[in-house]
């Protein structure tokens, strides 16, 4: 699912893993947790990730102990993305660092083409499908419950935009790359009637909105 372009700067990963040496002591036990994650991380990479450039750095934390120390990371291993610690002390959850990187990656890759995020069960989704292929508009749908991938990159670029605190309700329209808002927006921009949503209340970044 490649949203924004793929030629951004890599999304930093950073592993530190209970390995090395500091002065007399040196590490001699493999860490099974460790390894796991490094794995975790692989194939994660892979498969969510697969369209998003990742540079990951795999490191000895006993010999260079400090460096994660300063971002709050002190137990291997230690997941690190962009500076920011996701994960430590135990083996990694897939989805915390799916959800960092395409946090990472959202803020420096805009959507491009068209685009709808939305659920099987919201008729406001539905409407806005057919909005799209009754004007004869290619888009890409993205299902928020089934891909959390898509669950991830819709709430890293609709927050910033609308505030932290304000829920996001689906569904969430781009057009050419500009963001949309849901369907009552898309309707006036094909100049169509409007059918009331009351679900989205405060939600909606629909055009006329104080």
């Known amino acids: 699912m490649a949203l924004g372009s793929t030629t ?3 999304v930093r990963i950073t592993l530190y893993r209970w390995a090395g040496a500091w002065g ?3 590490v001699t036990v493999p860490c099974g947790e460790c390894a796991l994650t490094r794995d975790v991380i692989a194939d994660t990479i892979d498969s969510e990730l697969a369209d998003v450039p990742v540079d990951l750095d795999v490191r000895d934390w006993l010999s260079e102990w400090w ?3 300063a971002r709050g990371g002190w ?4 997941v690190i993305v ?3 610690v996701v994960s430590q002390g135990t083996a990694l959850n897939r989805g915390r660092l799916t959800q960092a990187v395409i946090e990472a990656h959202a803020s420096r890759a805009p959507i491009e ?3 709808i995020f939305g659920k099987f069960t919201c008729p406001h989704c ?3 499908k057919g909005y799209l292929e009754e004007a004869r508009i290619p888009f890409a749908y993205h299902d928020v419950v089934k891909e959390p991938r898509a669950l991830y990159d819709m709430l890293a670029r609709v927050k ?3 505030g932290a605190k304000t829920p996001i309700t689906v569904p969430q329209i781009w057009i050419n790359g500009e963001y949309v808002g849901g369907a009552d927006a898309l309707s006036e921009i094909l100049h169509r009637d409007v059918e009331p949503n009351p679900d989205r209340g405060q939600c909606s970044l629909s055009p006329g909105r104080p």
Not at 75 to 78: G, L
């Open 24 to 26: 007399p002591f040196k």
């Open 126 to 128: 539905v409407r806005a």
């Open 67 to 69: 460096r994660p120390l």
């Open 8 to 10: 951004t700067r890599p």
């Open 160 to 162: 910033p935009m609308i």
């Open 113 to 115: 083409g068209n685009h």
């Open 75 to 78: 137990h291997a291993p230690i």
């Open 82 to 84: 962009e500076g920011r």
